[in-house]
């Protein structure tokens, strides 16, 4: 039993970074596909590895038309990794 819940931890940890990663890399994606500023992509990565419903909401954003529709909250913290200059 110890050795199960060890590797559900052990799990957990590495998918963390991962999944970090994979919103990073759908950031740039989107970006060269749709155009924008690619800058704030890894603050999107890091926002997203320690907030798994926004990592949700962000991986369902595929379109600009997606963007536009994204709740408020979702837009609230996309912001936070593009401040204005």
């Known amino acids: 039993m110890h050795k199960l819940i060890a590797?559900?931890?052990?799990?957990a940890i590495l998918a963390g970074p991962a999944f970090a990663n994979e919103t990073q890399a759908q950031c740039e994606a989107y970006v060269a596909e749709n155009g924008g500023d690619a800058s704030g992509c890894a603050c999107l990565g890091d926002l997203a590895d320690s907030d798994?419903?926004?990592a949700s909401a962000i991986a369902a954003i595929q379109s600009p038309e997606d963007?536009?529709?994204a709740d408020q909250s979702t837009k609230?913290?996309?912001?936070?990794?593009y401040p204005p200059a």
């Open 52 to 54: 798994p419903g926004f």
């Open 7 to 11: 590797l559900s931890a052990l799990a």
């Open 67 to 69: 963007l536009d529709a």
């Open 76 to 81: 609230d913290k996309i912001a936070v990794c």
